[in-house]
């Protein structure tokens, strides 16, 4: 059994011993307790003076970083930055969580997470493992694929099922691709640069497996700018439509004409590609609010 398979074993352990299966949104909260967690009451960490966490937690802060989250497993207490969105929050309080619920990690007794330690996609290993177990604790791992198989393959359907789980629009729909059996890519780009050229940088690109499989690993630049039609959508203000068409070259070097649904949450801007001929229909339909 591999280490994502293993992490995902003990997500489910504890989704059921806390009696969150099933219940929707994942109610987080019942997670923590059960793992015998508190979040601390009082404190923010987008507000604590710069000694809090040698004077409290005896660790030294990470230079140059801001930390979003904190566990202290001696005193099994969360710490939160609360300036943080709410679903936001939801995912830290499990990343946290993660940290005592996969026990080869609980000879380290401070964790303090940043912006990159708290990336699914950090170097760091045990980092990357507790975001695992984060994400399946709050998409509840095989309940997320089957609510996503009853609804059509659009961008808006990720977005109504992080509402459905509690999860943020980024994680969802990463884990939308990611997971799906259907043909489907998702691009993110970072919030747009606007002194000089107006341009975004590449945040992530995700493919789902079939995808990958029938066109290998399309190549991006690292950042794009207005001779890509979805960024002078960005640049007029575009928020959500299922209408683009882009031209990319695949791994043969032939080029194939993709469809493309693009949302833009002001902090992120999402573009989900769909080769020819991906069904798309569901008996359920989505609108968009």
């Avoid at 660790?59 to 207490?77: C, I, N, P």
């Avoid at 299922?242 to 070259?249: D, F, M, N, T, V």
Wanted: proline content about 4%; aromatic content about 12%; hydrophobic content about 40%.
């Amino acid at each position: 059994m591999d280490g994502e398979q293993e992490i995902g074993k003990i997500a489910r352990n504890v989704l059921v011993g806390s009696k969150a299966w099933g219940k929707l949104p994942t109610p987080v909260d019942q997670i923590v307790s059960y793992a015998e967690l508190q979040v601390a009451t009082g404190v923010d960490l987008s507000k604590v003076e710069p000694g809090f966490f040698t004077a409290k937690l005896h660790s030294l802060q990470r230079a140059l970083s801001k930390v979003l989250a904190a566990v202290d497993l001696r005193e099994k207490t969360i710490y939160l930055d609360l300036s943080q969105r709410p679903e936001r929050q939801r995912f830290n309080k499990l990343h946290e969580t993660g940290h005592k619920a996969l026990t080869w990690q609980r000879d380290t007794y401070i964790h303090l997470d940043d912006e990159n330690s708290l990336d699914p996609d950090t170097d760091e290993l045990f980092e990357r493992q507790a975001s695992w177990f984060a994400s399946d604790a709050l998409f509840q791992l095989e309940r997320f694929e089957d609510e996503a198989a009853k609804l059509p393959l659009t961008i808006k359907s990720p977005l109504a099922l992080s509402k459905l789980f509690g999860g943020s629009r980024h994680a969802c729909l990463r884990r939308y691709v990611e997971k799906s059996k259907k043909r489907c890519a998702l691009l993110v780009l970072k919030k747009p640069q606007t002194n000089g050229e107006f341009h975004a940088e590449i945040r992530n690109y995700f493919q789902s497996p079939s995808f990958t499989s029938e066109f290998g690993v399309l190549q991006w630049p690292s950042k794009f700018g207005l001779d890509f039609q979805f960024m002078k959508e960005v640049k007029f203000g575009a928020r959500l439509h299922e209408k683009g068409q882009i031209a990319l070259a695949i791994a043969s070097g032939e080029f194939i004409e993709f469809s493309y649904h693009y949302f833009n949450n002001t902090y992120n801007v999402f573009v989900l590609l769909l080769p020819p001929g991906e069904k798309i229909r569901s008996r359920t339909t989505i609108v968009a609010r």
